[in-house]
């Protein structure tokens, strides 16, 4: 997700308005494709070349936006629930408004509207202001979906923020569970880091890069048992994806 400001006067001087702080930018889907939704999502299209990743299981999409990547999913590979989460109440809306236009899609198999039944969207942040309830988590999916989301994580809530995310989804995951992350390089968070003096703050105070992720997702203090991309050289050569969005699906499993 990518975030952007307003400006609006406020007792005659110019104040900056921050309305996506945590990315929750509203034309998310447009700017990446460049050319509107429905072009193609490279990301869709590398998933769809693992089926067997997501077919029967239980989904969490973390940070979903206005949900079509979670709805795409849903119909592409046939996961047994998805549930996908957002931080912004009017994203949770509009992907419930996405998810009843494809309900009354006409065009649609009756498998595909009956697989629509399974996507719950949810008004949630994931980063839980007291950090101990980590502890208490049980595993309960077997895919969790992260795509586009640490940078906006890292700004708002900095080292501590991005460790307790990593901690909560290896918590969550089941045995043989993957986490498929797709994480933002550290050289894109200096645009953003100026949207709050808090996040200002929290950029600055940044040691665990985005290139460190790797090593700590499988170091003993997370504790996945290995990594691997997602990928296809056929699909990454026909991608016309937007400037800065060519970002690799890495893939965490849980032993």
Not at 22 to 31: A, I, L, V
Request: net charge positive.
């Amino acid at each position: 997700m990518e975030g952007s400001t307003s400006k609006k006067k406020q007792n005659g001087k110019v104040k900056i308005k921050n309305d996506f702080k945590y990315g929750n930018y509203r034309n998310y889907y447009f700017k990446r494709l460049g050319a509107g939704n429905d072009q193609p999502d490279l990301r869709i299209e590398l998933m769809k070349q693992y089926p067997e990743c997501f077919k029967d299981k239980q989904v969490l999409d973390i940070g979903c936006n206005s949900g079509l990547i979670t709805i795409n999913i849903t119909k592409s590979l046939l996961p047994k629930t998805v549930l996908g989460i957002d931080i912004d109440g009017n994203l949770i809306d509009a992907a419930r408004k996405n998810l009843l236009r494809q309900k009354t899609d006409f065009s649609l198999a009756e498998n595909e509207i009956l697989c629509l039944n399974k996507v719950i969207f949810r008004k949630a942040n994931y980063i839980l202001t007291d950090r101990s309830l980590v502890e208490l988590e049980k595993p309960q999916y077997d895919v969790i979906l992260c795509l586009s989301v640490t940078k906006w994580i890292h700004l708002n809530y900095g080292d501590d923020g991005i460790k307790f995310l990593f901690k909560r989804i290896f918590k969550q995951l089941r045995h043989n569970g993957i986490l498929i992350l797709e994480s933002q390089p550290f050289n894109g968070y200096k645009k953003r880091s100026k949207l709050s003096l808090e996040i200002l703050q929290n950029y600055k105070s940044i040691v665990l890069k985005p290139e460190q992720f790797e090593a700590y997702l499988l170091s003993d203090e997370i504790g996945f048992a290995e990594s691997w991309c997602m990928t296809d050289s056929e699909i990454l050569k026909n991608s016309n994806l937007a400037k800065g969005f060519h970002r690799p699906l890495q893939v965490f499993v849980k032993s």
